[in-house]
């Protein structure tokens, strides 16, 4: 059975930094695109980043852009999420996803195929 195991979230002041680690299992994910999504309360879940097969290629959200990092280590079956300068918007529950169809990414929730079970992440002002 494949799983995908989120860590790393936690409580954090505006400003900081985190990294959230999404580890899979029962299968090898470097052939297929990955990505980071996020759900605040009361709202729909949205794209952060995603990646694809080897790294090569990577999308970010422009609430994200050079604040956060994706990045994988197909060896060790994992994909991080590095989130600096931090800030309050940023407080949601974070979802990395694999999308088995495509070695290439995309920023479309519903072409991802499997789901970790979330982070929560709290930026405090």
């Known amino acids: 059975q494949v799983q995908l195991v989120e860590s790393g979230g936690g409580l954090v002041q505006a400003g900081g930094s985190l990294r959230l680690s999404c580890a899979a299992s029962?299968?090898?994910?470097?052939?297929?695109?990955m990505g980071w999504f996020r759900q605040a309360p009361g709202k729909e879940r949205g794209f952060v980043a995603a990646i694809n097969w080897n790294g090569g290629s990577k999308d970010y959200a422009d609430s994200v852009k050079g604040r956060f990092t994706i990045s994988r280590d197909n060896a060790k079956n994992t994909v991080y999420l590095q989130m600096n300068n931090l800030k309050p918007e940023d407080t949601a529950v974070y979802y990395c996803a694999v999308d088995f169809g495509s070695y290439h990414y995309t920023d479309k929730a519903y072409e991802y195929d499997l789901w970790g079970q979330g982070t929560q992440v709290t930026v405090s002002s």
């Open positions: 029962g299968r090898t994910l470097s052939s297929y695109a």
